[in-house]
Nanobody
């Protein structure tokens, strides 16, 4: 059983930055960050393959967010810059045990098997 643990959420002003961490992953897993705002469905924000050589981003965060991983530390990160009030949501990390499936096709909740408990990100205007 994989137990992912997110951290790094908080309250930040618009234009600010936060870095989220997701611990207890492994190098055998593709990883992603999802977010869910009040009244909205959970949606993918960014994904990264097992080695870190391939990444994918939602259009709404391209150029502002960056996903990375440190397999030696079993941790995945989401660096969020130029934050906007519409980025306010609960952010979840998710894992899928695969080294073969391209990260570009792993864009739905059903693609992933393991989830963290979520961390709240609030961006004030």
């Amino acid at each position: 059983q994989v137990q992912l643990v997110e951290s790094g959420g908080g309250l930040v002003q618009a234009g600010g930055s936060l870095r989220l961490s997701c611990a207890r992953t492994t190098s055998s897993y593709a990883m992603a960050w999802f977010r869910q705002a009040p009244g909205k469905e959970r949606a993918v924000v960014a994904g990264i393959n097992w080695s870190g050589s391939s990444t994918n981003y939602a259009d709404s965060v391209t150029g502002r967010f960056s996903i990375s991983r440190d397999n030696a530390k079993n941790t995945v990160y989401l660096q969020m810059n130029s934050l906007k009030p519409e980025d306010t949501a609960v952010y979840y990390c998710a894992a899928k045990p695969t080294r073969l499936t391209p990260i570009m096709v792993l864009t739905t909740e059903r693609s992933y098997e393991y989830w963290g408990q979520g961390t709240q990100v609030t961006v004030s205007s």
